[in-house]
């Protein structure tokens, strides 16, 4: 494996982070300082050294959380809940979210202390398919829907989005659906929702821009009331996961991921 891998694995940061600590020879392999990020090591024989400390691959841990509302996607926070504060009975030491969530969005995410399993997921050369599903205020007309699903621009100077993929499930007034409507999550919308058009769907997109899926529906006119993640690659959401709820992935789950 090499060396830095190895050091993704351990946790001790991310492949931007821990070459340049490689480099400038905090790292050791047997007693020797090791310069270079991509020398080649025996995971199970070489004793590896972080600033003088040995370090070891440990336990792999990968969660699934069904995520509620009102909670930040963070290890810490001085004032705010994070995702970490569900977690019971577990050693959170090490462990991290696979991605972010938005404070007010609900549903799937992983939490490892594999970087290796963070980097795979989050690398957009991977093109991990992530699935939403949303209530918005608003209509699509045919032409939005196909620029949704064939790329728009989300942002001044930003590339256009990548092909995603689009299902919708309700299309009304709210007055008529408003009994289906989960309640809404998102209060930063000014307009009233009485008299207005809704909409329902999924949204499938390979990418991880910043409030994407907000921002793509607001470039055709459409402000999202409703955000839940439905899936990651292969993996949906344990449905009989309430909310704020916790498992641990199975390996089959785990290597599904990676595949
Ligand atoms: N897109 C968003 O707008 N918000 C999320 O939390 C995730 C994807």
Same mark, same amino acid.
């Given at each position: 494996?090499?060396?830095? @891998?190895?050091?993704?694995?351990?946790?001790?940061?991310?492949?931007?982070?821990?070459?340049?600590?490689?480099?400038?020879?905090?790292v050791?392999?047997?007693?020797?300082?090791?310069?270079?990020?991509?020398?080649?090591?025996c995971? @199970?024989?070489? #004793?590896?050294?972080?600033?003088?400390?040995?370090?070891?691959?440990?336990?792999?841990?990968?969660?699934?959380?069904?995520?509620?509302?009102?909670?930040?996607?963070?290890?810490s926070?001085?004032?705010?809940?994070?995702?970490l504060?569900?977690?019971?009975?577990?050693?959170?030491?090490?462990?991290?979210?696979?991605?972010?969530?938005?404070?007010?969005?609900?549903?799937?995410?992983?939490?490892?202390?594999?970087?290796?399993?963070?980097?795979?997921?989050?690398?957009?050369?991977?093109?991990?398919? @992530?699935t939403?599903?949303?209530?918005?205020?608003?209509?699509?007309?045919?032409?939005d829907?196909?620029?949704? #699903?064939?790329?728009?621009?989300?942002?001044?100077?930003?590339?256009?989005?990548?092909?995603?993929?689009?299902?919708?499930?309700?299309?009304?007034?709210?007055?008529?659906?408003?009994?289906?409507?989960?309640?809404?999550?998102?209060?930063?919308? @000014?307009?009233?929702?009485?008299?207005?058009?809704?909409?329902?769907?999924?949204?499938?997109?390979?990418?991880?821009?910043?409030?994407?899926?907000?921002?793509?529906?607001?470039?055709?006119?459409?402000?999202?009331?409703?955000?839940?993640?439905?899936?990651?690659?292969?993996?949906?959401?344990d449905?009989?996961?309430?909310?704020?709820?916790?498992?641990?992935?199975?390996?089959?789950?785990?290597?599904?991921?990676?595949?």
């Open positions: 494996m090499r060396l830095d @891998k190895y050091l993704i694995q351990a946790s001790i940061g991310m492949r931007k982070e821990v070459q340049p600590l490689i480099r400038e020879g905090l050791t392999v047997n007693g020797n300082v090791v310069t270079v990020p991509e020398t080649i090591i995971e @199970k024989t070489d #004793c590896i050294t972080y600033r003088g400390e040995k370090i070891s691959l440990g336990k792999r841990q990968y969660y699934m959380l069904h995520k509620p509302a009102g909670y930040i996607t963070a290890r926070d001085a004032e705010k809940a994070t995702v504060d569900l977690f019971q009975n577990v050693n959170t030491n090490s462990l991290f979210p696979v991605g972010r969530l938005d404070k007010d969005t609900e549903g799937l995410l992983f939490l490892t202390n594999d970087g290796a399993f963070d980097q795979f997921l989050m690398n957009p050369k991977c093109h991990v398919e @992530k939403y599903f949303f209530w918005a205020l608003g209509s699509l007309s045919e032409e829907k196909a620029a949704l #699903c064939n790329g728009l621009s989300i942002g001044e100077g930003e590339k256009l989005t990548k092909p995603a993929r689009l299902t919708i499930v309700r299309e009304g007034l709210y007055d008529v659906l408003k009994e289906e409507i989960i309640s809404p999550i998102i209060c930063k919308v @000014k307009m009233k929702p009485e008299g207005q058009p809704v909409v329902a769907g999924y949204l499938t997109i390979s990418e991880g821009r910043k409030h994407q899926v907000k921002r793509m529906l607001k470039a055709v006119g459409c402000y999202i009331i409703y955000l839940k993640r439905t899936t990651i690659g292969p993996v949906a959401l449905e009989s996961l309430p909310k704020g709820q916790y498992r641990a992935l199975s390996e089959e789950e785990v290597r599904s991921l990676l595949d």
